[in-house]
């Protein structure tokens, strides 16, 4: 049954990637240029994410730590691949987290309770999104701090935008606070219950799944109660990562000759700049995050956060096609990986 999953999972991911390339709104003839323009660019904006996704699975496995016995301890090349094959899921199907967060549970699973692998891949998923609000965060400050010196505008429309971000980061730290204290599962399937026709169906769930939905939001909040050192290490790592995912957009500016004068003070006003772009689209993309890939939106968050760093619309269209090939090698990989090194079955029962 396990295999079979497993084989459903790799199926749909290479269905989607399929679908991604022949819907993509590029001619393949222009696709080749860019890609060609980048040239070897591509290098390190390719490599750049086996750093990226190598945090990630630092963060993961702090929250594993955190939230487990030490029987259950998974080795950190498994982790790692599962983090890419996860995110490559994420990012090829609908509705971000419908396929990498149950194929990361049931992988888990084989190295742990079903109830711990659970808890620690919503746990890791939680951390995940909370490091994207304090990257927005503090990308509002940041913003303004470059603002003060001159070198980006400053008006009353982007004095509204700043603060409405401020207001949205602070609610999510408040609801993501109250997540992390007392538990987040049985909070949001009863909220699920509120929607049209969905009721029935929460209460069943709830009835039939009580006490281990109980367990696992217990194993949530014991994360941040008992074990804060690792709390606060998966929040750095995942925020550090969003740093370094930075550096991506920098190889594109550079590549472009956007160096802001160059030598070592311009090439860190850029990755400044490419830390702000990265923010807003990220912003805009997860906005609206029921579309495979984000289609359209990504795009649109480019356009306008490169516009914002004065850049031109092409440039713009370019560094989002250059990050959308990044992704559809990245989606390959993982799915590729789906492949390797598999379990058989549990180690440890539910």
Known sequence: MKWSWNNFFFILGIVCVAVMLFTFDVSFVELWGHICRAGYYLIPIVGIWIVVYGINALAWMSVIKGNTDPDERVGFWRIYKLTITGYALNYATPVGGLGGEPYRIMELSK????????????????????????????????????????????????????????VFCLIAFYLFSRGYKYGLVVRVIRWIGHLPRLKGWSDRFLA???????????????????????????????????????????????????????????????????????????????????????????????????????????????????????????????????????????????
């Not at 009353?156 to 401020?166: F, M, Q």
Request: hydrophobic share 55%.
């Open 208 to 350: 039939a799944h009580a006490e281990a939905l109980h367990n696992v939001d217990a194993q949530i909040a014991a994360l941040h109660q008992q074990s804060r050192k690792n709390f606060y290490a998966a929040l750095g790592l995942e925020y550090l990562s969003r740093i370094v995912q930075s550096a991506e957009v920098l190889f594109m500016l550079l590549l472009l000759g956007l160096d802001c004068g160059g030598g070592i003070d311009g090439i860190t006003l850029t990755f400044l700049h490419s830390i702000l772009i990265v923010s807003l689209t990220t912003l805009l993309s997860n906005l609206i995050g029921f579309l495979p890939m984000q289609l359209g939106v990504q795009e649109g968050g480019f356009a306008l956060s490169t516009a914002a760093m004065g850049l031109t619309a092409a440039d713009g269209l370019f560094v989002s096609i250059i990050c959308r090939i990044r992704e559809i090698i990245w989606i390959f990989i993982g799915i590729m990986l789906m492949r390797v090194g598999n379990k058989e079955k549990a180690q440890n029962s539910v």
């Open 111 to 166: 190295d742990m309770s079903k109830q711990h692998a659970t808890s620690s891949v919503i746990l890791y998923a939680m951390f995940h999104v909370f490091a994207h609000f304090w990257f927005w965060f503090t990308s509002v400050f940041l913003y303004l701090a470059l603002a003060a010196t001159g070198d980006l505008p400053f008006d009353t429309t982007v004095a509204i935008s700043l603060g409405l971000i401020v």
